[in-house]
C-alpha cells in the first residue's frame, strides 16, 4: 500500500518544484494517506483495492491543491513577534504613565487627578486591542463583534472624556456626556448597518433619529432650559422617522409595482410565441 | 478538536418531533439468495465515510444545535445473524429499535437469515434523510454492493448541501420570490378527526403492522385507475379516507381533511440528486366534504380536493419560510417552543413511499421477493399509513406505539380499506 500511495504521489509532485518544502508536504501528504488507510482497516473495510481507492478519493482536486501549494506566496510570519512588540509597548507606556504619575506626585505633590493618565493609558491599550480586533472581523465579516467593539469603545471614550471633563475642567452637568454617549452608539451602529449594507438599516435609522432627537431635547432642556418649545424636538424626530420608513415604503412599492406591470403586460398584452405550440 | 457539521433545518424539525413519533425510518429487503456480508461491510464504510452525518452525534445545544462526527466501526452498524428461527420475528424486532440522537451512528443495518431467505433490514434517524432519500440510498447501496462484488469502482452516492433553500433551485427567479414569501402556516389544518387508538397504557410498544393488498386486487384497481386517469395515490387516498369514515364512526356528511406527504425534489434541480441526503418532504391537505353514497363518489370528492394542490406550482412549499425565520431569528431554545406553539402535527396522514424497484435493488444473484419502507413510528394519538409496492405487491404499513387492542382495530382498518378497494374494482368492472 505504501509504495502504490509512493508512486502516486511521485507523480502527482512532478508538476511542482523539487523544493525542501515540496518535500515536507509529500511526506506529510503520504503519513496522511497511511492513517486514513490503517483507520479504514480499523473501522471494518477488509477489501485493500477499496481502501486504497477510497483514500485516492479523499485527494481528488489534489492537482489542484498542488497548484495552491506552488503559488502560495512565503512571507516571513512575524505575527507572533508583532504581538509580542506590542505587549512590550503597552507595558512600556502603561509603566512610563505610571512612573511620570509617581514623578509628578512625588514632586509636585500632586496625586490628584493625575491618575487620570494610568487610566487613560489602559482605556488607550484597549481601544489598540478592539482596533486589532476590530480589523480582524472585518476581513472575516463579523459584524456583530465589530458592533460590539465599536460600542465598548465608545463606552470607554465617554468614560475616560466624563472623567477629565469633571475633574480637570470647571465645566458643570458633565455627566449630560453619558446622554450623548447613547446617540453616538446608536448612531454609530447606524453606520455600521448602512456601510455593511445590513437589512436592518432602514429600522436603524429612525431609531436614531428619534433617540438623537429625544437626547437633544433633554440636554437642551437642561444646559439652556428651553424645555418648551424645545419638546418639538421629539416630535420632529418621530416625523423625520416616520418619513423615512414612508419613504422606504414607497420607494419599495415603486420597484414592485413596476415589475408587475412588465409582467402583466408580458402575459397579456406581448405576443407569445408559445402560443402556437404549448397546451 | 471534534469535528461539527452544521444542524439544517430540517434536522432541527425532525428533533422537534421527537414528541410526536420515534424519528426512525425503517426499511425492510427480503431475498432469495445469500447477502455476501464482507461485500456489504467494505460498501457500507466507505458510504458511511463519504456522508458524515450518518457517523455524527447530534447535540441539542440550546442556542445552535449540531451534529459532531464521531468515531465507529462496522460493528457499530452492521448486525448480522444467519440462523434464524423465525426471520420475520427477528426482523421485526430488529426494525422496531430506536436509535438515540447522541449515538456515533445515525443508522443500522442487518442480515438476518433462516436458510431460504435472506433479510436486508435498515433504519435510519430521520433526521438525516427522508423517505424519498432513503429509497435513493438503499438504490445507491445495491449498486455499489454490486459494483464490489464484480471488483468494479466509481461507487456513488450523493455528497451534496443539505441546506432547506436547495428546495428552491429549480424554480426561476421570480418563483422563488413568491416561493421565499409563502408564511401562511399549512399545518393548522382545521380537523380533529383522530384515528380510534385506545388511551396510552404501560403495555405500549412500537409495533408496525403490515397488511398485502393481493397482486390481482392491486392490478385490477390501478387497470381501473389508468382508464379513469387517475393515480393510484388518488384511489389510495379515496380508499383509506372511506374506511377512516367507517373505523372513526365519523359523520357521512362530515369533512374530512388528510395530510398527504409530498416529496419536494420536484422542485429541486435534477430531482434532488446533487444534494446531500436530507429531507425534502412537504405534505399536501385532501379534504373531503363528505363520504359520498360510493367508493366513486368518494373518489369524486378526492379529486375535487387534489387536484386543486396539483395545479399549485407551490405545492408543498408553505410554511417552509416561516420555519426559516423562526430558527434564523431565535436561539435553539425559543424557536423550539415558538414553533410547537404554532405547529400542529397532523394527527392522520398518508405517505405514498412508492415503488421498490427490484431489479435495481437486487443484489448479485439474489433477487428481491419482498419488503417495505415505512416512516417513524407515531405516538398516540398520531397515525400515518405508509405505502410500498415491490414487484407488484403493494404493502400498507401502520406503525405506532401501541397495545394488542390497537393491533387488531388496525388489522380491522386495514380490512375496510381493502374492501374498498374490492367495492371499487366491482363497481368499475366493466372498464377492466
Not at chain 1, 53 to 76: Q, W
Not at chain 2, 52 to 78: C, G, K, M
Not at chain 2, 223 to 244: C, E, H, P, Q, S
Request: proline share 3%.
Amino acid at each position: 500500500m505504501e509504495d502504490r500511495f509512493k508512486a502516486y504521489l511521485i507523480e502527482a509532485f512532478k508538476t511542482i518544484a523539487p523544493t525542501k518544502a515540496a518535500m515536507e508536504y509529500r511526506k506529510q501528504t503520504l503519513k496522511a494517506m497511511l492513517d486514513r488507510a490503517q483507520e479504514l482497516r480499523i473501522k471494518g473495510m477488509t477489501d485493500e483495492e477499496l481502501i486504497y481507492d477510497t483514500v485516492l478519493e479523499d485527494y481528488e482536486d489534489f492537482g489542484d491543491k498542488l497548484k495552491e501549494f506552488e503559488a502560495r506566496e512565503v512571507k516571513v510570519n512575524s505575527a507572533k513577534r508583532n504581538v509580542l512588540l506590542g505587549v512590550v509597548l503597552s507595558v512600556a507606556v502603561v509603566a512610563i504613565l505610571a512612573i511620570t504619575y509617581v514623578i509628578i506626585g512625588v514632586v509636585a505633590h500632586v496625586w490628584h487627578p493625575t491618575w487620570l493618565l494610568i487610566v487613560g493609558g489602559i482605556f488607550a491599550g484597549l481601544l489598540v486591542i478592539f482596533g486589532l480586533v476590530g480589523a480582524k472581523a472585518v476581513k472575516n465579516k463579523e459584524f456583530t463583534i465589530l458592533r460590539l467593539l465599536i460600542a465598548t469603545g465608545l463606552v470607554l471614550i465617554s468614560v475616560f472624556v466624563f472623567l477629565v471633563l469633571q475633574l480637570a475642567s470647571p465645566l458643570e452637568n458633565v455627566w449630560l456626556t453619558f446622554l450623548a454617549m447613547v446617540a453616538v452608539i446608536v448612531g454609530a451602529d447606524t453606520a455600521i448597518a448602512f456601510f455593511v449594507n445590513s437589512k436592518a438599516k432602514w429600522i436603524e435609522l429612525p431609531i436614531f433619529v428619534e433617540i438623537f432627537a429625544i437626547m437633544l431635547y433633554v440636554m437642551l432642556g437642561i444646559l439652556v432650559h428651553i424645555w418648551h418649545p424645545g419638546w418639538i424636538l421629539c416630535l420632529a424626530g418621530v416625523v423625520a422617522a416616520l418619513a423615512e420608513v414612508c419613504t422606504f415604503v414607497a420607494i419599495r412599492n415603486g420597484k414592485k409595482d413596476k415589475a408587475e406591470k412588465k409582467k402583466i403586460y408580458d402575459k397579456n398584452v406581448k405576443t407569445d410565441e408559445k402560443y402556437w405550440s404549448e397546451w | 478538536m471534534p469535528k461539527t457539521l452544521k444542524a439544517e433545518i430540517w434536522d432541527k424539525m425532525q428533533y422537534l418531533f421527537r414528541d410526536f413519533y420515534d424519528r426512525m425510518v425503517h426499511c425492510v429487503q427480503i431475498y432469495d439468495a445469500p447477502i455476501d456480508v464482507a461485500a456489504l461491510k467494505n460498501v457500507l464504510i466507505w458510504t458511511t465515510e463519504k456522508t458524515p452525518i450518518l457517523h455524527s452525534s447530534f447535540r441539542a445545544n440550546a442556542v445552535e444545535p449540531y451534529w459532531q462526527v464521531e468515531e465507529y466501526t462496522i460493528d457499530d452498524i452492521l448486525k448480522v445473524q444467519l440462523d434464524c428461527e423465525d426471520l420475520d420475528e427477528v426482523v421485526d424486532r430488529f426494525i422496531c429499535q430506536s436509535i438515540p440522537v447522541d449515538n456515533n451512528v445515525q443508522y443500522k443495518v442487518a442480515v438476518f437469515s433462516d436458510g431460504n431467505r435472506w433479510a436486508l433490514a435498515m433504519i435510519v434517524n430521520h433526521m438525516c434523510m427522508d423517505g424519498g432519500d432513503f429509497k435513493y440510498f438503499m438504490k445507491k447501496l445495491a449498486e455499489n454492493y454490486n459494483k464490489q462484488i464484480a471488483g468494479e469502482r466509481g461507487f456513488i452516492i450523493k455528497t451534496g448541501s443539505r441546506a432547506l433553500d436547495e428546495v428552491y433551485s429549480n424554480l426561476t427567479e421570480e418563483e422563488q420570490e413568491i416561493a421565499k414569501g409563502l408564511y401562511k402556516n399549512i399545518s393548522a389544518v382545521k380537523d380533529e378527526h383522530y384515528f380510534p387508538l385506545t388511551p396510552s397504557s404501560k403495555d405500549d410498544h412500537t409495533m408496525i403492522c403490515k397488511r398485502k393488498v393481493e397482486k390481482e386486487l392491486f392490478d385490477n384497481f390501478k387497470a381501473i385507475g389508468k382508464k379513469l386517469d387517475v393515480t393510484v395515490n388518488d384511489l389510495m387516498l379515496a380508499f383509506y379516507i372511506r374506511a377512516l369514515y367507517d373505523i372513526g364512526m365519523f359523520n357521512d356528511s362530515e369533512r374530512l381533511s388528510i395530510p398527504c406527504m409530498v416529496d419536494l425534489r420536484r422542485h429541486i434541480e435534477a430531482g434532488g440528486a446533487n444534494t446531500g441526503l436530507t429531507n425534502h418532504t412537504g405534505f399536501m391537505v385532501c379534504s373531503v366534504e363528505n363520504k359520498g353514497e360510493t367508493i366513486n363518489d368518494t373518489l369524486i370528492n378526492v379529486l375535487r380536493s387534489v387536484r386543486k394542490s396539483k395545479d399549485d406550482p407551490y405545492m408543498g412549499l408553505y410554511s417552509l419560510p416561516l420555519l426559516k425565520l423562526a430558527y434564523a431569528v431565535f436561539p435553539q431554545v425559543i424557536s423550539e417552543t415558538a414553533i410547537k406553539i404554532g405547529y400542529m402535527n397532523p394527527l392522520i396522514g398518508m405517505s405514498n413511499i412508492g415503488l421498490l424497484n427490484d431489479a435495481l435493488l437486487k443484489l448479485g444473484d439474489a433477487n428481491l421477493i419482498d419488503g417495505f419502507m415505512t416512516g417513524a413510528v407515531k405516538f398516540k394519538p398520531y397515525m400515518q399509513l405508509a405505502l410500498t409496492t415491490v414487484k407488484g405487491v403493494m404493502t400498507m404499513t401502520i406503525a405506532i406505539r401501541g397495545n394488542d387492542e390497537d393491533k387488531k382495530i388496525v388489522e380491522k382498518f386495514f380490512d375496510l380499506i381493502v374492501k374498498n378497494m374490492q367495492d371499487f374494482v366491482e363497481l368499475n368492472r366493466d372498464k377492466l
